[in-house]
């Protein structure tokens, strides 16, 4: 079955950079779309970005806009996200799935996710 494991989290001051990672399994990775979502505590999870199969086409959230990029390595089976000037308000539990604005639904299955805290 799909399986998800996040890593790269930290606390990092604002303005500075993380690069998330997304390691997938237990499944033909490399014929979905994939996502980025965050969540903090009480509020919904929020899709952050978005990248196609092959990498031809990037969506991001506006709030993230200019300062995150999603890419992805199928021969790894690995989605990533660079996270530059990041403010405490991206403060968050990073979560990868399935594109569930492509796919009209993700995955049930989230990995444990990766807290990333933007604080001086």
């Known amino acids: 079955q799909v399986q998800l494991v996040e890593s790269g989290g930290g606390l990092v001051q604002p303005g500075g950079s993380l690069r998330l990672s997304c390691a997938a399994s237990g499944m033909s990775f490399s014929l979905w779309h994939m996502a980025w979502y965050r969540q903090t505590p009480g509020k919904q999870r929020e899709l952050v970005a978005r990248?196609?199969?092959?990498?031809?086409?990037?969506n991001y959230a506006d709030f993230v806009k200019g300062r995150f990029t999603i890419s992805r390595d199928n021969a790894k089976n690995t989605v990533y996200l660079q996270m530059n000037s990041l403010k405490p308000e991206d403060t968050a539990v990073y979560y990868c799935?399935?594109?569930?604005?492509?796919?009209?639904?993700?995955?049930?299955?989230w990995g444990q996710g990766t807290q990333v805290t933007v604080s001086s």
């Open positions: 990248f196609t199969t092959s990498g031809g086409s990037a």
């Open positions: 799935n399935r594109d569930r604005d492509w796919y009209g639904s993700t995955w049930d299955y």
